[in-house]
């Protein structure tokens, strides 16, 4: 046999020896549906449960004090990082979106939602909750309380903090002595006062 038939003969064989490799079952592997059921597994699920102990990445939790609000068990009254212009805008954003529809643009716990009928909110300026420690705020928020469910799948963690700050920042409104405003601007708030007084008077009339 020449060596140019020799050559044909295994090129031959190498094309049929691919083509039998590359059968339609490739294309149709077994796989698994979502909520199906599968006689692979004793339980007959598709879905596969979590191996006990598994802990998703970025998930492991190990700081207390920023994941609960809590150290020892008990609330906190600090924030776990610094609260800077930032956070506070971010809060404000996130308050309007999540709480403003039931507890009010104010925190007076006299939102849209309410109004329509719905369970009053609660009022953040009322003693209680103005004497309130920041990490209860947080547990509420991930958590729920009484009529108010949990965010913790709308709201992440950080944010939670950013939205605590925020409502800190009501309660400190509603109730802010003029000693309280920074010294650069207590003359502006001064000027304010002064022009309010004798507008209100005038409404009273």
Known sequence: MSARR???LAGLVA?????????QDMHDQPRLKAQARSE????DRAGRPLVEGTIPRGHLREDEFLYTGRQYGQFVNAFPFVIDQKRM???RDRYNIYCAPCHGA???GNGMVVQRG???AGNFHQDRLRNERLGYFYDVIANGFGAMPDYAAQIGVEDRWAIVAYIRALQLSQHARLEDVPAARRAEAEKALSGAAPAAAG???
């Open 89 to 91: 805008e971010r809060g």
């Open 118 to 120: 719905y369970r009053a």
């Open 6 to 8: 020799r050559n044909l």
């Open 106 to 108: 104010t925190g007076a």
């Open 203 to 205: 409404a009273a009339h």
């Open 40 to 43: 692979f597994w004793r339980d």
């Open 15 to 23: 094309v049929v020896a691919l083509g039998a490799g590359c059968r």
